[in-house]
């Protein structure tokens, strides 16, 4: 296996040392191997609940929505109408950034010093790890952010190398693009920013071209921000429901999902080049690098974020260890160790990650039925829309000529949106997040059928509200056992009623009584 190239911390005056020549052939076998993997399966199980969120989005672009950017949504609009409107077409961008992790972990390992067989193995490492395969398989916000993160990890280590100033433009374009996806590449920069100004080298804070990267990446990024200003930064209420939803829960579960989000065997790789990163002295101009990824994980403790923000700087941190792994293994022994580690990661990541397994196995083992939610999250959505429609079958013809369907939260209204036209289900709505900027039913709407809701509070609106049955499936999905309602008479016209329909989050905070008392935010969520 190929060993690194060390050299001294560098100065402005003093050229950087060349790095190893990139090993092309090897990481684009490994990149479309990937890309094959990902697309060959993509059309397996079904649309993810977010995925159907975005693909209702894309027939109302727009320069942001209350709980993302618009990029996602674009990609979405623009996938459907090359390819067409299915699952697969829906995951070919997804599928094409995932290479792009791969390949910039490469480079940060080249970076780094890192010889032919380090850059491989990173390469390798990160398209076996979780956070990869589950960000490659679907398309959510998840993609282009972690594409992103990486990417600037890896600008920021060159910058650090080679003192080159102006590679802050790029870090401020790319940033700038991240922004239009997810706002959390803030925090990334953050991280790095405290690094250096604790670690060092401080001299590529200055400059004019750090402010330069900075403008361009605020010009880029101005619409979305734009759009959040003229709409009372909607950003913050869904933050505060994050936080709110999560509990306790993500401090409890911060570590293991540590381990989780690259994965049990490589998790020892990705430490190592933590530790590397921190202490070695040839790497002494990226130690603050390493220090980003402590002060994020205290920052993430400290407000209650999410765990999983934490990836895209895990994978930075991967084709570090990459490359310390390639200096240790040098028998045949290590490396066979190396080799398991690599090919245990992946066998797993892939059965929780991608569709391997047929969606029944998911269902009834129950391990997987706990570790495998995100393949259930993609499962029986042409189900409900089937049931739904044996409910829509069972009014009468005047009845179904002025009906509409109200849904519980996006993932439903996604759903009967996606599958609902060839059952001839009626328009279809929801009052979560900017589904309900989507469209409401027209004052004249007399009947609804209501999938999701709970019947105490959103019966309250109604003059008469009577129960039609639940969604029965074998899969132990999260909609499972939802109830039907079909409801007659609105008490107000629905351009009144709707403002008491829609809410921002995932878990309602709203009552029955508080919907009865007409306050000014009210939902259905069970």
């Not at 921000?225 to 209420?237: F, N, R, S, T």
């Not at 019947?455 to 969604?471: K, M, N, Q, V």
Request: charged letters at 15%.
């Amino acid at each position: 296996m190929a060993t690194t190239t060390r050299y001294a911390p560098v100065s402005p005056q003093v050229p950087p040392a060349p790095i190893p020549v990139l090993n092309r052939r090897p990481l684009l076998a490994v990149c479309a191997g990937l890309g094959s993997v990902l697309l060959a399966l993509s059309a397996r199980h079904g649309y993810h609940v977010d995925e159907l969120y975005n693909r209702a989005s894309r027939e109302h672009l727009a320069w942001g929505y209350v709980d993302q950017p618009p990029l996602v949504s674009l990609i979405a609009r623009v996938e459907t109408t090359l390819f067409g409107d299915t699952l697969t077409a829906l995951r070919v961008v997804p599928a094409l950034l995932a290479c792009v992790v791969v390949w910039v972990a490469a480079l940060t390992a080249r970076e780094l010093g890192g010889r032919g067989g380090a850059q491989l193995f990173a390469a390798a490492a990160t398209s076996a790890s979780v956070v990869t395969l589950n960000a490659g398989h679907v398309l959510t916000t998840n993609i282009p952010d972690l594409v992103v993160w990486v990417t600037v990890g890896w600008l920021v280590i060159r910058l650090l190398r080679t003192h080159e100033t102006r590679l802050w433009l790029a870090i401020g374009a790319v940033t700038g693009v991240g922004m239009l996806a997810k706002n959390l590449i803030v925090l990334l920069l953050l991280a790095l920013l405290v690094g250096v100004l604790a670690m060092g080298p401080r001299a590529v804070l200055r400059g004019r071209h750090l402010w330069a990267g900075a403008a361009l990446a605020a010009l880029i990024s101005a619409p979305a921000v734009w759009w959040q200003i003229a709409h009372d930064w909607p950003a913050l209420e869904m933050s505060a429901a994050l936080k709110t939803a999560l509990g306790e829960d993500s401090r409890v579960a911060f570590v293991p999902f540590q381990v989780l989000m690259i994965g049990l065997c490589l998790t020892p790789v990705w430490i190592a080049g933590l530790v590397a990163l921190l202490r070695r002295a040839q790497w002494r101009a990226f130690r603050s690098v390493g220090l980003a990824y402590p002060f994020m994980a205290v920052l993430l403790i400290a407000i209650g974020g999410k765990p999983e923000y934490t990836g895209g700087l895990q994978l930075v941190l991967l084709a570090a260890g990459s490359v310390v792994v390639v200096e240790w293994a040098k028998t045949t022994v290590r490396r066979s160790l190396a080799g398991t580690a690599l090919v245990g990661n992946a066998v797993m990541s892939a059965v929780l990650m991608l569709p391997v397994l047929p969606i029944a196995v998911y269902g009834s083992n129950p391990v997987l039925k706990e570790l495998g939610v995100f393949q259930l999250d993609q499962a029986a959505w042409p189900r409900l829309a089937e049931q739904v429609a044996t409910v829509n079958r069972s009014l009468s013809p005047q009845d179904r000529a002025h009906a509409v369907i109200y849904a519980n939260h996006y993932g439903l209204a996604g759903a009967l949106d996606r599958y609902g036209p060839e059952h001839g289900l009626p328009p279809v709505y929801s009052g979560q997040n900017s589904y309900a900027d989507f469209g409401r039913p027209a004052d004249d709407t007399d009947v609804v059928i209501a999938v999701g809701v709970n019947r105490r509070t959103f019966g309250a609106l109604f003059t008469s509200c009577e129960p039609s049955g639940t969604f029965r499936t074998d899969l132990p999905v999260a909609d499972q056992d939802s109830e039907f309602l079909v409801c007659r008479g609105p008490r107000e016209p629905w351009s009144q009623l709707w403002p008491r329909l829609t809410w921002i989050g995932f878990q309602c905070p709203y009552t029955a009584e508080a919907i009865t008392a007409k306050s000014e935010k009210g939902c259905s969520l069970t």
